[in-house]
Structures are given as C-alpha cells and as structure tokens.
C-alpha cells in the first residue's frame, strides 16, 4: 500500500479532491483540506520534509496583499448599486422603444442592454433577473417565439464575463500571472464580436422567421409627439452629428495623445474606439442638455431620453475603461473610480439610501470573501500538489496529444466546456488553470490569449444544464404559471423549464463558434495588447563588442555572457522588458544588456 501510494501520489490526491468535491462539502474546504492531509501523508511517506508548511502563512498573507484582487469588491460594489437604482429598467424601456417597431427589436434591445450593463455592472444575476422581470413579460405579451426569448435574456446575461470589466478576466488575469489591462485589451473585440454574432442570430430568426420577433404594436409605443411622429427622425440626426464628432476625434487622435503625453507611434485601437465613443457621448449629452435648458424643441422626446438614459453609462465605461487602457490607472483604481461613478449616477437619480448602500457593501464583501476562501483553498492543495512535482505529471498528460499546441488548445477547452456543466467558474478558474498554464507556457502559447479563450469558454458554464446559473436566474422570475396580462387583457401560458433550456442551444452554439474563431486568430487579441521588443541577445552582445572593440574590458569580465535560460534569462512570457531607446527611437545595446542583467539578478 505503500509503494503504491508513493508511485501514484499525485492520481490519489486528485481523487482524494474529487471525492470531497462529490461529498458536497464547500469547494474552499475541499481544496485545504486535500491539500492539509495529503500533506502530512507525505511527510509520513518520507516524500516531504518536515517543513513542508512553514512557508505556507506567507502565501496566505501574500494572497491578502494582492492589489489586483480589490478590483473584484470594487467593480460587484459599482455593479450593484447600477442595479438597484434602475438603471437598467430604464436602459431596458429606453432601447426597447427605439428598435421595438422592426421585427426582432425587442431582442436586439435585449442584447444591446445585456452588452451595456456588462461593461458596467459585471454581475450575471442582476442582468439577466432585471431583463427577466422586465422584458420577458413584454416578449410573451407581443407573440415572442418562447425559446428566442428566454435564449436572447439568459444569453445577453452572460456577456458580463466576457466584456470587460468582468470579474473572470480579472481572476484569470491573476491565476495566469497576467496583466488584467491587457487582458481586458485582448478581450474587448472578441466580446463585440460575440454581441454582433447575437445580433446577427436575431435578424436572421427575424428574416426566416418574422412570425417569432413581431413588433412592438403603435400603441405600446410611449415616446411619440404631439403629431403622433416616432422621433426616430430627431433620433437619427442627433446620432449622425455625435458620430460625425466621433469619427473626426478618430482621425486625429494619435496626433492629440502625441502632443499631450509626448507618446511615439499610433496609439492602440482599443483606446481610439473608448475615445472617440466618449466624445460622441459627450457632443450628444451637450446638445441635449442643451436643447433642454433652452427649450428649443430641436429634440424628439425620445431623442432625449435615449440621450439621457443611456450617456450617462457609456461616460461611466469610459471613465473605467479608458482610464486603464490609457495606463493612468490600474484595474484596482479604475474600479475605484467605477464605483463612486455609480454612487454619483445613483445620487443623481434620487435611489441612493443608507439601505441600499448597506445592501451593496454587503454583497460586495461577501463576494470578496467567497473568492478569497477559494482562492486560499486552491494555494494550499497546490502548495503539496507542486511540493509532489504535480505540475509535471500534467504535463506528461499532454506529451501524447496529437496536434501540438493546437490539439492542446482543443483538449482543454472540451476539458472546460464539460466542467462548466458541473461547477462554477471561480472554481474552475482556481482548480483547474494553474495546472494547465505551465503546460500552455512551455507550449509557446501566449497567456493573454489563452486567458481570453478560456473566459469565452467558461460564459457558456451559465448556460449549459444542469447547472447553467443563468437558467436558473431566469426560472426564479419567469411565470410558473398561467396569468392574465395586465395590458391586453390576454392569458399568457407559463414558462417551462424545458423552453428556457431550449432557447439557450442556438446562443450555446454561438459561444463555441467564437472560442473557435478566436483559436484560429489570435491576431483578435494580440494585435490589440502592447508588444514588447524582442531582444537578441547573441546580436546585443556583437554590438557591444563593437563598441568596446578598442581593448576595453568586458562588463562580464573574462568569463562568457549568460547563456539563454541563466541569468539573463528573459521573462517568462518569452518578451524580454522594452529596452530604453536612444533618440529617434533606436535601441541602445548597453543599457540594453545592462536591462537583461537586472532581470537576471532580480
């Protein structure tokens, strides 16, 4: 018994952690308390020493300390207050009255305001309950085919953990050793991807299918004029104008950021659009305060409340967003400064309480503090996992895998795919990507990429059964049973659990094809996070020669340069540090080689 536990101590631990998983026990205890006994069983084993643990404190505190992880209480505490203050029953009735009169309007408005209340509030349940308890009701009433409507809602729910700032690039952007801004760079244009797949999903159904997305009927339209006019036409104007000053802050852009942070080369395209859709934001918020002050009557009805409902969160994203793309401030302090946006946004609105206030800092802690216990958890078992060398028997796991980095890829994602039917992706994220990041590492795989496949993966865990939380968030606001609508008069049938499960297929279908679209172009994350210049060091150490070919001694004295792998060994990522640049944006070798050294030393 012995013997065998010595030669496979690594397989039992895992059955020892799936057991008590299996057990029911909370997955923060499961984890210490896997990696606490298999620990002194080891130790008795004669496979560790003694002291095994005497580091182990020093983790845990090192986890308190992490900066990055108080952008999670801070973005759930931005995001809940934005949710009690009915912000998005209002963004909700707003969009919905601008696109309700096409086929299929209601849905593309539910998914515009799931993408907006990602980017601002991040929170899955508040998304989709608040679109459940609003829009559902309306779709049911106009003849929404059921599982497009229950699809579209649960769907649009889940984009918070793909639009930045969600929580899951931020713990990703910590388990992978990452930076979170790039990895909020790399995931914003396969997250507007994903939204423009749903909403090209929705004007096909409403192009095949007219019959399933009706319009909304003139009577249900509330923002008309005087004359029975739309507005859309006021709408319309006041949208070309704002764009029009989009596109010229576009076009001259790198020239402003040069002449006020002294910046060389273009700037990224992330920050161009967070820009330039901030200027457009804040043209057309002046023209309507404008209009309204004045009283001109230049501006439709509904041109205003479009205007006043929905600037004020595109100012709110840009203020986190754009402030940490820009590099003036961390995800931390952007989350910081999200957070006392939606109290002034709540204040502004009159729904800021002492009772809501308290309600939020209470969700917001109790949040924190489920992610902390897994996350202490997961840094114990892994402390005898890695003691046991662990990491290596997972890597000897991938060494048959046909198809290289890319059969990897593959593997891995059905891996995540079948997990995130099971258990949430906190638990995921914690348990299962620090074994697999070492083996993408020395794959060659970039990180960020690898972070950004990953998080599209683990958003449709909130919809594939029999655990997919989305579905449950739905099935606690849908009607269990006949009622009579309030407004036709019409008795409307119950929603089925069997309809909220069916509905979420097609979008389950959308989620994989984008993971799939993003492993076969990483272009759509890379190109958008900052290269670093690579250093050779062989063609450094030429050109140092060079300079000091007149008998000078070298600085390494008489022994040889550091191989590749010693001391200056570049990052782990693969990209040296972006060496200082002489004028005229050329490399100096000797500072160069004296940035590799430190790196080495450090």
Not at 199 to 223: N, T
Request: glycine content about 10%; hydrophobic content about 55%.
């Amino acid at each position: 018994m012995v013997a065998f536990l010595t030669q496979n101590f690594v397989p039992v631990m895992f059955a020892g952690l799936l057991l008590f998983l299996l057990s029911g026990f909370p997955v923060a205890f499961a984890l210490a308390a896997t990696g606490l006994s298999f620990g002194f069983l080891g130790m008795e084993l004669g496979l560790f020493p003694d002291t095994l643990f005497q580091a182990l404190p020093l983790r845990v505190f090192g986890i308190m300390q992490n900066e990055t992880l108080l952008a999670i209480p801070f973005f759930t505490l931005m995001g809940i207050i934005l949710e009690r203050s009915g912000m998005a029953e209002d963004l909700l009735e707003t969009v919905g009255q601008v696109f309700g009169p096409v086929r299929g309007g209601l849905a593309v408005a539910v998914i515009l305001v799931g993408a907006l209340l990602a980017a601002t509030t991040g929170v899955v349940a508040a998304a989709v309950i608040s679109m459940g308890l609003i829009s559902l009701p309306i779709m049911l009433r106009y003849g929404y085919n059921r599982t497009i409507a229950t699809g579209t809602i649960t769907a649009s729910g889940t984009l918070a953990q793909a639009i930045p700032p969600s929580l899951v690039l931020i713990v990703l952007a910590d388990q992978l050793g990452r930076s979170v801004g790039d990895m909020y760079a790399g995931a914003l244009l396969p997250a507007m991807l994903l939204v423009g797949s749903y909403l090209l999903f929705i004007v096909a159904v409403a192009v095949l299918r007219p019959s399933w997305v009706p319009p909304l009927p003139p009577q249900a339209r509330i923002y008309t004029e005087v004359d029975g006019r739309s507005g859309h036409r006021s709408l319309f104007v006041l949208l070309l104008i704002a764009a029009v000053a989009g596109w010229a802050w576009a076009q001259n852009h790198d020239a402003l950021m040069q002449a006020w942070t002294g910046r060389e080369g273009p700037s990224p395209g992330d920050e161009r659009v967070i820009f330039s859709i901030a200027i457009a934001s804040f043209v057309a918020l002046g023209l309507a305060i404008i209009n309204r002050v004045s009283r001109l009557g230049l501006l439709s009805r509904l041109a205003e409340r479009v205007t006043f409902v929905l600037i004020p969160p595109l100012i709110l994203i840009f203020l986190v967003l754009g402030t940490i793309f820009l590099g003036l401030a961390t995800p931390t302090e952007g989350g910081a400064m999200g957070a006392v946006g939606a109290l002034i946004m709540a204040a502004a609105r009159r729904c800021l309480s002492f009772g809501l206030l308290k309600q939020a800092l209470e969700n917001a802690t109790k949040l924190s503090i489920f992610v902390l216990f897994i996350l202490i958890g997961s840094t114990v078992f892994s402390f005898t996992f890695n003691a046991a060398d662990g990491h290596i028997w997972v890597e000897h796991l991938f060494d048959k895998l046909p198809g290289g980095a890319l059969g990897f890829l593959i593997f891995v994602n059905l891996l995540v795919f079948i997990l995130g039917m099971f258990i949430d992706f906190f638990e995921i994220a914690f348990i299962v990507i620090p074994l697999l990041a070492p083996v993408a590492e020395k794959m060659g795989i970039d990180l960020i990429w690898f972070g950004v496949i990953l998080a599209m993966n683990l958003q449709t865990s909130f919809l594939t059964p029999p655990f997919g939380f989305a579905l449950f968030y739905l099935r606690s606001v849908a009607a269990r049973e006949d009622y009579t609508d309030k407004v036709t008069g019409q008795r409307i049938p119950a929603v089925t659990t069997a309809q909220i499960y069916k509905g979420s297929i097609a979008f389950i279908i959308l989620q994989l094809i984008m993971v799939a679209v993003v492993i076969a172009f990483p272009g759509l994350v890379t190109d958008s996070v900052g290269k670093k210049v690579q250093v050779d060091d062989a063609a450094v150490m030429q050109q140092l020669d060079q300079l000091s070919g007149d008998g000078e001694a070298s600085p390494w004295g008489e022994e040889e340069p550091p191989a590749e792998g010693e001391d200056a060994q570049p990052p782990a990522d693969g990209a040296a540090e972006e060496p200082p640049a002489q004028e005229g944006g050329e490399i100096d070798p000797v500072k160069a080689l004296e940035e590799a050294a430190k790196q080495g030393k450090q």
